[in-house]
């Protein structure tokens, strides 16, 4: 992965762990984010969980689109997912998102791990 992919890891990560931070559930006494990581031959798959807000089902269809924002007391612009979107595309990776309003959300992101394809190229 060049500089570029390396940067967009990180600017996905960020934004997954910052949307997380935003919309922990400040009814819950206990807050939490899961942050999984498994390479693997052909990918690496990045999870990041929740026990916040959730987003309703009739709003995760806007998901991922440009200044869409789930909740009306959102802060923000609305371009968090929108950039994971984006930049996961622009790896070449999957992004999903698996969320229960008032239970959490897991958002997954599935990258071609293309360092170990190149040294099995070799």
Do not use: W, Y
């Amino acid at each position: 992965m060049g500089v570029k992919g390396h940067r967009n890891s990180q600017l996905i990560l960020k934004n997954l762990v910052c949307n997380a931070i935003q919309f922990a559930d400040p009814r819950k006494e206990m807050k939490r984010i899961d942050i999984n990581i498994h390479s693997g031959s052909k990918n690496v798959a990045i999870e990041v969980t929740d026990n916040g807000l959730g987003i309703s089902e009739q709003e995760q269809a806007n998901i991922g689109k440009p200044f869409f924002r789930a909740s009306p007391e959102a802060r923000g612009m609305g371009l968090g997912l929108f950039l994971v979107k984006k930049l996961s595309e622009k790896l070449g990776a999957s992004f999903t998102l698996r969320s229960r309003e008032d239970e959490g959300t897991t958002c997954a992101i599935n990258v071609p791990n293309l360092v170990k394809r190149l040294t099995h190229q070799s």
